[in-house]
């Protein structure tokens, strides 16, 4: 009697050897994440407001974490309390983003963009190092937000070398 070809195919299969991996090929079920410490995320506001208070301008400044959680906000002596919801929104689109804001403006005008706690207006950047977001910064109160985006960026660029050389080790 003749086997159906769909049992020459099991048992095909069943002869084949399997892959197996060994254990320490499996994944090990957590992640690490590096984060900024405090004192590097108020170096990065205070370098931020130094930037603008050089050129005359009073901002707010916020960094957050990866998620978007504040970890510092920082408001110059007088500026605009509007300053400082509008950099943690600045901020908290970044790092959701891992994108400058300055490069979501086209979606500004889009669901997404009309999202809660989104602001796509420039000011604000995320922090990398290394090909890893480790946070964002988001700066507001400059007359113009390509000006905000470069005191953010002066705030980055305060840390950048000493993040890096940390993540070489």
């Known amino acids: 009697m003749k086997q159906p070809f769909s049992a020459h195919l099991l048992a095909l299969c069943l002869a084949l050897p399997l892959p197996v991996?060994?254990?320490?090929?499996e994944e090990p079920g957590t992640v690490s994440i590096q984060r900024l410490t405090m004192p590097t995320a108020l170096s990065i506001a205070?370098?931020?407001?130094?930037?603008c208070t050089e050129k005359g301008i009073q901002i707010g400044v916020t960094v957050v974490d990866r998620n978007g959680i504040v970890q510092v906000a920082l408001r110059d002596t007088i500026a605009a309390q509007i300053t400082l919801p509008i950099s943690k929104a600045k901020a908290y689109t970044a790092a959701n983003f891992n994108a400058t804001t300055s490069s979501l403006q086209d979606r500004a005008d889009s669901p997404v963009g009309r999202f809660p706690g989104f602001v796509m207006s420039a000011g604000g950047l995320p922090i990398q190092v290394g090909g890893a977001l480790l946070g964002a910064v988001g700066v507001s109160g400059a007359p113009s937000g390509m000006t905000d985006e470069a005191c953010a960026q002066a705030g980055i660029d305060?840390?950048?070398?000493?993040?890096?050389m940390a993540a070489e080790e």
């Open 21 to 25: 991996m060994a254990a320490e090929e």
């Open 46 to 51: 205070r370098a931020a407001i130094d930037a």
């Open 158 to 164: 305060a840390v950048l070398v000493d993040l890096e």
